[in-house]
């Protein structure tokens, strides 16, 4: 019995570590080039839209407040923007944003997140 429960665990872990081997990068070979991700007229739309919704990381909020450049780009320097909306996609909380907006938001980090 302790043997089949050993070859169960050993199934299982290999079955987890394979799955995450295997999750495919939406953002490899992404051609940020091609891709407009200025802050004003793509980034600041598609944080309005779905993020700066009242209760959220609207002005004053103890969660954030990304109603503005700075509150934004301070997440985007420390890895909060990335790490939520583009690889955990638990933000925003109601919805994962589509892959296109993510590309956005990706391709804008990634030049450094200028006020552009």
Known sequence: MKENNFYILFVVLLVMLFGNACKKDEYKNLDCSSISSTYNANIKPIINSNCTLSGCHNTGSSNGDYTTYNGLKAIADNG??????LNKKD??????LSLDLRKKIKCWIEAGAPNN
């Not at 933000?91 to 994962?96: E, H, L, R």
């Open 80 to 85: 909060k923007l990335e790490d939520r909306v």
């Open 91 to 96: 933000m925003p909380s109601s919805n994962a």
